[in-house]
């Protein structure tokens, strides 16, 4: 989930004080020096990769944590202050909130929905639920389901109202951070905006969309979305690091602390932001889990192991994200699931998520064999690309 768009480099001087003092508490352990954070098989080849992680932590990131997987076996990289548990969980790293990845988990689910016959692409969300999304210019007889699922409805995202902004992306959110928040909450409070623009007319990310989709796949089921990406994808694939949390506010152990900039203020303070009611992201964004088991989730979505051909194919057909228009190379949006164009011309599928405190992101080749997952405990600095770069360019 994409809910903070801003940068303050203005933290990144006062950080290293934050984290100083978290440390004389006995909460963090430092990463190793520069340069020799990584371990596991084919260290040396992703040398790379660990200093861009550096080079992320000198910017201003606290903490980053990574794990590559290639034909060479497991890597991990660490750097700067990621609050990681000491002995042998360093090499598993720790849990951290995963933002709008879990977009995709959820769009899996609803690809399945269909595989099985229980719903269709081009169903609109009037005939799933009726009577929600209607007024204001809002009309679900003329949204689909992939329309919510590539972010071509138009409706507007509930994160961007300025009441809700300024509830949760400021310094009120230390007041209103144990919050429970409804999907329908969440949609009715898009729908008092008018659409962004006609439904399958252009592109905009909309965590208001899939708040809708899993709605959708409770009303198909029967049963909470989470209940539906336990049964189907977690257990499954024995991702036993990820987890659904609902309304619980703290992060399952070994899992380290989240820091946020909630103030544009010159010098504004860092904030522990680790705790929060994860029912303001919901299906847009509440999900936890570690970087072993995305790698393990968007290889195995990839290689076809979660979906039938057709399904997979519909997933990766993409969209500009510019007009929205369909598209067939470069950067482009499909079925929750993006593909990425790196500095070097190759492409890599899977998404990226961001939630007060953290930063998160897993990406993989088109066969699905070489992955990289990373977490930064900080999200007002780091550029992922640069490490996207550093792994699948060299």
């Known amino acids: 989930m994409r809910l903070r768009t801003v ?44 200093r861009a992680l550096d080079d992320l932590v000198e910017e201003g990131v606290p903490g980053a944590v990574a794990q590559v997987r290639d034909r060479r076996g497991a890597w991990y990289g660490v ?27 959820v769009a899996t689910v609803v690809l399945q929905l269909e595989a099985e016959g229980r719903i269709g692409l081009d169903d609109t969300v009037e005939s799933l639920l009726p009577g929600v999304v209607r007024g204001n210019g809002n009309d679900g007889r003329a949204v689909t389901v992939r329309q919510l699922l590539n972010h071509t409805s138009g ?17 009120k959110f230390l007041v209103h951070r144990y919050e429970t928040w409804t999907p329908r909450q969440l949609a009715d409070l898009a729908l008092t905006h008018r ?22 796949v409770e009303k198909v089921t029967g049963r909470p979305y989470a209940d539906e990406v336990e049964r189907r994808i977690l257990r499954p694939l024995g991702l036993r690091a990820t987890s659904l949390p609902g309304t619980a506010v703290r992060l399952p152990m070994p899992s380290g602390r989240a820091y946020a900039v909630l103030s544009a203020d010159p010098v504004p303070k860092v904030e522990d932001v680790t705790e929060l009611n994860p029912s303001v992201a919901g299906a847009a964004g509440e999900m936890i889990s570690n970087t072993a088991d995305l790698n393990t989730f968007v290889s195995a979505l990839l290689r076809g192991e979660l979906l039938p051909a057709r399904q997979l194919a519909e997933m990766r057909e993409t969209v500009s994200v510019t007009d929205g228009k369909p598209n067939t190379s470069g950067p482009g949006y499909g079925l929750g699931l993006m593909r990425l164009e790196l500095s070097c011309g190759k492409e890599v599928w899977g998404h990226d998520g961001e939630i007060h405190g953290s930063q998160s992101s897993a990406v993989t080749t088109e066969d699905g064999r070489h992955a990289l997952a990373l977490n930064f405990n900080g999200d007002w600095a780091g550029d992922i690309q640069k490490v996207n770069d550093a792994e699948f360019c060299g």
């Not at 409706?155 to 992306?169: G, K, N, Q, W």
């Open 79 to 105: 750097a700067g202050t990621a609050d990681l548990t000491t002995g042998r969980e360093r090499r598993a790293p720790d849990r951290f909130r995963v933002g709008s990845l879990t977009k995709t988990f």
């Open 195 to 216: 659409p962004d623009f006609a439904p399958g007319t252009g592109w905009k990310y909309s965590n208001t969309n899939y708040v809708l989709a899993g709605m959708i």
């Open 155 to 171: 409706l507007f995202s509930y994160t961007a109202d300025p009441e809700f902004r300024d509830r949760i992306f400021t310094e």
């Open 7 to 50: 940068r303050y480099a203005s933290a990144v001087t006062l950080v290293a004080a934050v984290l100083a003092g978290t440390a004389q508490a006995g909460t963090a352990v430092a990463a190793p020096a520069p340069g020799s954070g990584g371990t596991g098989p084919g260290g040396p080849g992703h040398r790379a990769t660990q």
